[in-house]
């Protein structure tokens, strides 16, 4: 029987996040709340240019300042670095990566960092920070993707020789037929906004050093894992003599995904002062220091026949890079490269990628990476196609749809499952859409707020991911994750996982999914994570691969936990394995009812090693490491509200509604907070986010009054349903949900913000639709 079948007493149920009373409560223990004896405060001194030559730097003022231990140069480390600054997916052979340390003396982005100051407190180290006299000669900055790559267009990194960092493509070409000879082709350009992570927590640093040569490192981070190999590398430290530390981490959405400068920096300098290393960012450092997100441009088509059988489609995208490559900045475009014919049957497919170096924070993972930009293009297409086919836009999907399963699609996947007409149709069950057309109709008629009212229908590829897949597309590491399940002797259950979680509630699902499996109760299952000295092999967390990954890996830690369970059970009642059963916590034995033992009996059992099968080993532990064979493909149909001011332009979300089919849940209340969040991020880009920068570089908006990061009081309540079509790939029937929401929602809501106004003529908005975009809009299609 398999686990999906089996009654759960566990998964599935909304059991309450274990992590939150300590977090309520103000018991966390985030980076900035540590303070070793001893520690040093370190600032980064930034350029304010985006791309200038540092002709000089005169500490002299700075290194008498009161409290200030030491300010270092590029020149002073440059003998620190083994290797630069890693970027761990050259998408191609032939892609351009500019050698990027953690301190420079050419800036090429406004916030680069140029020295550091160190010193007793923070407060004499940002003072001193200010005494630095740096002498820049600016030099001509690039910001723009497709400005960038115009003949003559200064150069973000000059010794490249070019803006173009690389151009990555994917064509089938299955009917042989040319895309401009389909009945109706529909092509739109679609701009995604920059977008600005605002996690909680800003980035923290904390290197202590040890005292044979080792040093740990606590840091904000998503990926303890990847940080300690990639530090070591640059250090040209044994992989050994580092530790690090996540502990809790106030949010990520992708930006804490990366290994930064001032985690190298944080190291080296510790080392060096034989002293512990802090730096903890400032919200506003935050908007120049952390990665940036989206950024591109997509020129994408859509070809069909007249009865609406869609037969191609195309995409090219034109992605910023910023001024340097982080960890997997050439790769984020290229998350969505398989999925630009979403949830539909597209026998035709080409996609091309040209990433551009611009001289602005460098982009990298953010909630979605790669998959929100296409499922963007796609459904804003999908409605401009149906109006361009006369055809009604839920039909025109209902059309199209993938309906068959396991399916290859064009790009050469396979989606293992789904039912998105389960999830349309429950939608539209929940939405009333004809109530919604009627108020409509009523409120053009009569005045009042423009009614408008949006759809989108996505599928999606997380879960990252099989390592056969990650090698073929050039990504350095694998997919793979760990789990370890050692039953203590007095009953208890210690579970170690090799992911990383930063709010997704991990220690709550985790012991769900290992109390069900074997049938204890809850509270007797820890979980422990974020360290390397603890869990010292793992892969982290991002792309919503923990629980279709770290999670399937418990599954498989606790099957082997239980066969060697049964083994010794056999041994001591003299029976044989095949004749036990195990259920709830107990074996018994076919036929004997009174015969039985319990799990926790047999690790007290084992861990006493007094009867034990010859040449067992003692001790009740399991490890497995649990590579999929396949994505995560997670679906659904979202459908957004919205009421826009014609007077002022002012789009308001009045309702959402999402359906989503991640296959299994183990939690719903972890699941519904995750669909909660990822919906509001959506939103934030369709209505309110953007990041911009002037011509010079300058980022304008770098703070939070510029940079409009929306709150509850900006959003309905969301409706919630789910349709379940569990993941034949693995033994637990799990999809990844921590993406979804923001995937699907930015094109749901600017397709509503297009319904309200497009009996005015307005047939295009950019995101996000701002008062003054739409009131430009709608101006505009008046006159
Ligand atoms: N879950 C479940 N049943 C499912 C799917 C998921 O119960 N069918 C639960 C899981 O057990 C887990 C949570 O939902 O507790 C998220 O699981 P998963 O989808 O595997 O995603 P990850 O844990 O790998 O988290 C990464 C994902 C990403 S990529 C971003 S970005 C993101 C997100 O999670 N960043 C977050 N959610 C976030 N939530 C918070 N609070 N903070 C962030 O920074």
Same mark, same amino acid.
Request: charged share 20%; aromatic share 6%.
């Given at each position: 029987?398999?686990?999906?079948?089996?009654?759960?007493?566990?998964?599935?149920?909304?059991?309450?996040?274990?992590?939150?009373?300590?977090?309520?409560?103000?018991?966390?223990?985030?980076?900035?709340?540590?303070?070793?004896?001893?520690?040093?405060?370190?600032?980064?001194?930034?350029?304010?240019?985006?791309?200038?030559?540092?002709?000089?730097?005169?500490?002299?003022?700075?290194?008498?300042?009161?409290?200030?231990?030491?300010?270092?140069?590029?020149?002073?480390?440059?003998?620190?670095?083994?290797?630069?600054?890693?970027?761990?997916?050259?998408?191609?052979?032939?892609?351009?990566?500019?050698?990027?340390?953690?301190?420079?003396?050419?800036?090429?982005?406004?916030?680069?960092?140029?020295?550091?100051?160190?010193?007793?407190?923070?407060?004499?180290?940002?003072?001193?920070?200010?005494?630095?006299?740096?002498?820049?000669?600016?030099?001509?900055?690039?910001?723009?993707?497709?400005?960038?790559?115009?003949?003559?267009?200064?150069?973000?990194?000059?010794?490249?020789?070019?803006?173009?960092?690389?151009?990555?493509?994917?064509?089938?070409?299955?009917?042989?037929?040319?895309?401009?000879?389909?009945?109706?082709?529909?092509?739109?350009?679609?701009?995604?906004?920059?977008?600005?992570?605002?996690?909680?927590?800003?980035?923290?640093?904390?290197?202590?050093?040890?005292?044979?040569?080792?040093?740990?490192?606590?840091?904000?981070?998503?990926?303890?894992?990847?940080?300690?190999?990639?530090?070591?590398?640059?250090?040209?430290?044994?992989?050994?003599?580092?530790?690090?530390?996540?502990?809790?981490?106030?949010?990520?959405?992708?930006?804490?995904?990366?290994?930064?400068?001032?985690?190298?920096?944080?190291?080296?300098?510790?080392?060096?002062?034989?002293?512990?290393?802090?730096?903890?960012?400032?919200?506003?450092?935050?908007?120049?220091?952390?990665?940036?997100?989206?950024?591109?441009?997509?020129?994408?088509?859509?070809?069909?026949?007249?009865?609406?059988?869609?037969?191609?489609?195309?995409?090219?995208?034109?992605?910023?890079?910023?001024?340097?490559?982080?960890?997997?900045?050439?790769?984020?475009?290229?998350?969505?490269?398989?999925?630009?014919?979403?949830?539909?049957?597209?026998?035709?497919?080409?996609?091309?990628?040209?990433?551009?170096?611009?001289?602005?924070?460098?982009?990298?993972?953010?909630?979605?990476?790669?998959?929100?930009?296409?499922?963007?293009?796609?459904?804003?297409?999908?409605?401009?196609?149906?109006?361009?086919?006369?055809?009604?836009?839920?039909?025109?999907?209902?059309?199209?749809?993938?309906?068959?399963?396991?399916?290859?699609?064009?790009?050469?996947?396979?989606?293992?499952?789904?039912?998105?007409?389960?999830?349309?149709?429950?939608?539209?069950?929940?939405?009333?859409?004809?109530?919604?057309?009627?108020?409509?109709?009523?409120?053009?008629?009569?005045?009042?707020?423009?009614?408008?009212?949006?759809?989108?229908?996505?599928?999606?590829?997380?879960?990252?991911?099989?390592?056969?897949?990650? =090698?073929?597309?050039?990504? @350095?590491?694998? !997919?793979? %994750? $760990?789990?370890?399940? /050692?039953? *203590? +002797?007095? #009953?208890?259950?210690?579970?170690?996982?090799?992911?990383?979680?930063?709010?997704?509630?991990?220690?709550?699902?985790?012991?769900?999914?290992?109390?069900?499996?074997?049938?204890?109760?809850?509270?007797?299952?820890?979980?422990?994570? =974020?360290?390397?000295?603890? @869990?010292?092999? !793992?892969? %982290? $967390?991002?792309?919503? /691969?923990? *629980? +279709?990954? #770290?999670?399937?890996?418990?599954?498989?830690?606790?099957?082997?936990?239980?066969?060697?369970?049964?083994?010794?059970?056999?041994?001591?009642?003299?029976?044989?394995?095949?004749?036990?059963?195990?259920?709830?916590?107990?074996?018994?034995?076919?036929?004997?009812?009174?015969?039985?033992?319990?799990?926790?009996?047999?690790?007290?059992?084992?861990?006493?090693?007094?009867?034990?099968?010859?040449?067992?080993?003692?001790?009740?532990?399991?490890?497995?490491?649990?590579?999929?064979?396949?994505?995560?493909?997670?679906?659904?149909?979202?459908?957004?509200?919205?009421?826009?001011?014609?007077?002022?332009?002012?789009?308001?979300?009045?309702?959402?509604?999402?359906?989503?089919?991640?296959?299994?849940?183990?939690?719903?209340?972890?699941?519904?907070?995750?669909?909660?969040?990822?919906?509001?991020?959506?939103?934030?880009?369709?209505?309110?986010?953007?990041?911009?920068?002037?011509?010079?570089?300058?980022?304008?908006?770098?703070?939070?009054?510029?940079?409009?990061?929306?709150?509850?009081?900006?959003?309905?309540?969301?409706?919630?349903?789910?349709?379940?079509?569990?993941?034949?790939?693995?033994?637990?029937?799990?999809?990844?949900?921590?993406?979804?929401?923001?995937?699907?929602?930015?094109?749901?809501?600017?397709?509503?913000?297009?319904?309200?106004?497009?009996?005015?003529?307005?047939?295009?908005?950019?995101?996000?639709?701002?008062?003054?975009?739409?009131?430009?809009?709608?101006?505009?299609?008046?006159?």
């Amino acid at each position: 029987m398999s686990a999906t079948e089996e009654r759960m007493a566990y998964i599935g149920a909304p059991v309450k996040r274990r992590e939150d009373a300590a977090l309520l409560t103000g018991r966390g223990t985030y980076v900035d709340n540590m303070a070793p004896v001893g520690t040093v405060t370190m600032v980064v001194a930034r350029s304010p240019y985006a791309h200038a030559r540092v002709k000089s730097i005169d500490a002299t003022a700075a290194r008498e300042a009161e409290g200030v231990i030491a300010v270092f140069t590029p020149a002073d480390l440059k003998d620190d670095w083994k290797a630069p600054m890693p970027c761990a997916w050259p998408v191609t052979e032939e892609m351009k990566s500019p050698d990027h340390y953690p301190l420079t003396d050419e800036p090429c982005y406004q916030g680069d960092g140029v020295a550091v100051v160190l010193a007793e407190t923070r407060v004499q180290a940002e003072d001193a920070a200010e005494l630095l006299e740096v002498d820049y000669e600016p030099l001509d900055a690039v910001v723009d993707v497709s400005k960038a790559l115009e003949d003559g267009a200064p150069l973000a990194q000059p010794d490249l020789g070019t803006n173009e960092c690389y151009v990555w493509r994917l064509d089938t070409d299955a009917t042989g037929e040319a895309i401009e000879d389909a009945d109706v082709v529909v092509t739109r350009t679609y701009v995604q906004p920059r977008l600005i992570p605002n996690a909680m927590e800003p980035r923290a640093v904390l290197a202590v050093p040890g005292a044979a040569g080792d040093v740990t490192l606590y840091s904000a981070t998503q990926v303890p894992h990847i940080l300690r190999l990639l530090a070591a590398a640059s250090l040209g430290l044994h992989e050994t003599k580092l530790r690090v530390v996540a502990p809790d981490v106030g949010g990520g959405f992708g930006s804490k995904l990366d290994v930064y400068a001032e985690e190298f920096l944080a190291l080296a300098l510790a080392r060096r002062l034989d002293r512990p290393v802090k730096w903890t960012e400032r919200r506003s450092e935050n908007y120049v220091a952390t990665i940036h997100g989206r950024d591109l441009v997509t020129e994408y088509t859509l070809a069909a026949t007249k009865d609406g059988t869609i037969t191609h489609c195309r995409a090219r995208v034109k992605a910023a890079m910023g001024a340097y490559l982080q960890l997997v900045t050439p790769g984020i475009p290229l998350l969505g490269a398989w999925i630009y014919a979403g949830p539909y049957a597209i026998p035709n497919y080409s996609v091309e990628f040209t990433g551009v170096f611009t001289n602005t924070t460098p982009t990298d993972a953010y909630r979605g990476a790669g998959r929100p930009e296409a499922t963007y293009v796609i459904e804003r297409t999908m409605d401009a196609l149906a109006d361009e086919l006369g055809m009604d836009k839920l039909e025109l999907r209902r059309k199209n749809f993938i309906t068959e399963f396991p399916a290859t699609i064009a790009s050469g996947l396979t989606i293992d499952s789904g039912d998105y007409v389960a999830s349309l149709d429950k939608l539209l069950e929940v939405l009333d859409l004809d109530a919604i057309r009627a108020e409509q109709a009523k409120r053009r008629e009569h005045g009042g707020p423009l009614l408008g009212v949006g759809f989108s229908t996505y599928n999606e590829m997380c879960g990252l991911a099989p390592s056969r897949i990650l =090698g073929a597309i050039r990504y @350095a590491a694998g !997919g793979w %994750d $760990t789990a370890t399940i /050692r039953c *203590l +002797p007095t #009953g208890s259950i210690q579970v170690i996982t090799g992911t990383s979680p930063h709010g997704q509630g991990h220690e709550t699902s985790w012991a769900q999914i290992v109390a069900d499996r074997l049938g204890c109760d809850i509270d007797a299952v820890e979980v422990l994570h =974020g360290d390397t000295s603890i @869990a010292s092999i !793992g892969m %982290d $967390t991002y792309g919503s /691969r923990s *629980l +279709p990954v #770290g999670g399937v890996a418990l599954y498989h830690a606790a099957e082997k936990v239980i066969d060697k369970a049964r083994q010794i059970v056999a041994h001591q009642l003299e029976v044989s394995a095949d004749d036990l059963e195990f259920a709830d916590g107990t074996f018994t034995v076919k036929g004997s009812p009174d015969k039985e033992a319990t799990l926790a009996s047999v690790a007290f059992g084992a861990w006493a090693a007094h009867d034990l099968p010859d040449g067992m080993e003692p001790g009740l532990e399991a490890t497995a490491v649990y590579d999929p064979p396949n994505f995560s493909w997670p679906g659904g149909a979202h459908a957004a509200v919205v009421e826009v001011d014609q007077e002022t332009g002012d789009a308001r979300l009045v309702r959402y509604v999402a359906v989503d089919d991640v296959g299994t849940v183990v939690n719903p209340l972890i699941v519904d907070g995750q669909v909660h969040g990822g919906i509001t991020q959506g939103i934030a880009t369709a209505l309110y986010e953007e990041g911009t920068y002037d011509d010079e570089g300058n980022l304008e908006t770098a703070n939070l009054l510029s940079y409009l990061v929306p709150s509850a009081a900006e959003l309905p309540s969301f409706e919630l349903e789910r349709t379940e079509s569990p993941s034949p790939t693995n033994p637990l029937g799990v999809k990844g949900v921590g993406e979804t929401g923001t995937i699907a929602a930015a094109p749901a809501v600017m397709n509503a913000v297009l319904d309200a106004v497009s009996h005015l003529g307005v047939k295009d908005i950019q995101m996000p639709a701002t008062p003054e975009r739409v009131w430009r809009a709608i101006r505009e299609a008046k006159s």
